[in-house]
């Protein structure tokens, strides 16, 4: 058994042609995605890049691993404490230390784990390789220790080789000789001048006039990612930005193909393609971020080639990262661990059946604090901390006919808004009562009570000064209703 994850950092689905883009942003990807079994409806349990491959790595919620932050307490996994034995139950339970049980040779080649001294995530891993930049690789730094791992191993039996490509994540970073194949093609349409004109005026690090987080000057390192978005030209370039980016990665992921290929492996070569989260492109005018527990940021893009699997079948089924763990056991004919939150869709895989969850809840608490309920049509998304960007207390979206999250529903269906919080509270109850021996507390509420999440702590004095230099003070009263321990 030979397996190829594609773990691609900051991947929209929908802005890859196979899940009906109208770029043509991902001819390897979408190939792939024509033999095996896509998933729509796919989505990282918790937001953005540490707290979502913890959860992928451990098959585990935040709420139980402790991680849903980028820094203090809760981003460092939870100790197994006085039940600890020789080693630590990821030396056994971690979907790399499964693959090893089932007789897997297991290989990452990437820069994760050292950008967010995400140690943990490399447990159960045989071999190693960091490709030196802390996250801030482009796909030709990446891409020659693949080829080389290739050539060397590829035909042995059994494996596992694990890559992280991070081209998509700001800042959009494709090379100036790349070009840009998409400068004569047009924007999504909901991506209007009035759009960005409301836009403009929104508060919160990454709005439109400040990409950079908390401000908006060009940085000549990366032409491809303006600093603010001033007009639809801007606009254009930041969304070709994007898309380059996937395209220069699809085209290091066809060499890896080609590669694969070349030694004969290809063709009964298990491929999972996946990320970390998406992006958000102007949704909830957010420009260049991943920071809220929206249906943009968390849904993900989940392609599945496997032997003897369904060729081009499409699964709605709501699904969670988490889940791969246990649905890599089963294919491989080992049990699901306890200690997992995932539940199995190999049958998904293997005969098409539908066995989606009823629901999902989907976190974030590194720029935001927020947990949403995704179910039927709907999000129903409930701010805990706002990151300075002024939510309400509520949203609701109709993801189907409102895929953009254009229009906050809440205030006319209460109805709905009480059907998510009761799902809230139900997956709430249901992980407290389960939570890892020695620990009684939400390390959502932990954030709060550090100073909020780590991305928005501090910064708000700095940025009232921004917004009233800027045209936007009529904000900062509200700013400071909110959060007045940023000014005492």
Request: with cysteine; proline share 7%; charged share 20%.
């Amino acid at each position: 058994m030979r397996i190829l994850y594609l773990d691609l950092d900051t991947l929209r689905a929908d802005h890859l042609g196979c899940y009906g883009y109208h770029r043509n942003t991902s001819p390897n990807i979408d190939r792939i995605a024509g033999q095996g079994v896509r998933f729509d409806n796919y989505y990282c349990s918790d937001a953005p890049c540490l707290p979502s491959r913890t959860a992928l790595m451990t098959g585990r919620f935040g709420i139980h691993t402790g991680v849903v932050n980028h820094g203090g307490t809760c981003a460092d996994p939870r100790i197994d404490g006085p039940n600890r034995g020789f080693r630590d139950s990821l030396s056994s339970t971690s979907l790399p230390a499964t693959l090893k049980q089932a007789g897997l040779y297991t290989v990452f080649i990437g820069g994760f784990g050292e950008r967010h001294s995400a140690w943990s995530f490399y447990a159960g891993f045989r071999e190693i390789y960091d490709t030196g930049k802390g996250g801030m690789e482009s796909a030709e730094d990446v891409t020659p220790t693949v080829l080389d791992w290739i050539a060397r191993n590829a035909r042995r039996d059994n494996w596992y080789l694990h890559v992280n490509y991070w081209d998509p994540h700001t800042p959009y970073r494709a090379p100036a000789e790349f070009g840009n194949p998409f400068e004569n093609d047009p924007l999504s349409a909901w991506l209007t001048p009035e759009v960005l004109e409301e836009h403009r005026q929104h508060v919160g690090p990454h709005s439109a006039r400040e990409t950079w987080m908390y401000h908006g000057n060009d940085d000549p390192r990366w032409p491809r990612y303006p600093g603010e978005i001033r007009n639809m030209a801007d606009l254009h370039r930041y969304i070709d930005g994007y898309d380059c980016g996937i395209r220069y990665m699809d085209e290091h992921i066809g060499q890896i193909f080609a590669a694969l290929e070349q030694v004969g492996v290809m063709n009964d070569l298990a491929i999972i393609i996946s990320a970390d989260h998406g992006e958000n492109l102007g949704e909830l005018g957010l420009y260049g971020e991943h920071a809220t527990a929206d249906n943009i940021t968390c849904r993900i893009p989940m392609i599945v080639r496997w032997p003897a699997s369904r060729q081009g079948h499409v699964d709605r089924g709501l699904h969670y990262n988490l889940d791969l763990a246990p649905t890599l056991a089963e294919l491989l004919g080992l049990p699901a661990k306890p200690r997992w939150d995932g539940e199995s869709y190999a049958p998904v895989i293997t005969r098409g059946a539908d066995c989606g969850r009823e629901y999902l809840v989907i976190s974030q608490g590194c720029h935001v604090c927020q947990r949403s309920v995704r179910w039927g049509e709907w999000l129903y998304m409930r701010t805990y901390h706002d990151g300075y960007h002024l939510f309400p207390t509520e949203m609701l979206y109709n993801v189907a006919q409102d895929p953009h999250e254009q229009h906050n529903l809440a205030p006319a269906r209460p109805d709905l808004c009480a059907q998510g919080l009761r799902y809230l509270t139900e997956w709430h109850d249901q992980m407290m009562a389960t939570m890892p021996a020695g620990y009684t507390e939400d390390p959502l509420r932990i954030v709060l009570a550090e100073g909020g999440p780590f991305h928005a702590r501090g910064a708000l004095k700095n940025y009232v000064k921004h917004l009233e230099e800027t045209g936007r003070g009529h904000a900062v009263p509200e700013l400071k209703r909110r959060h007045p321990r940023e000014f005492s």
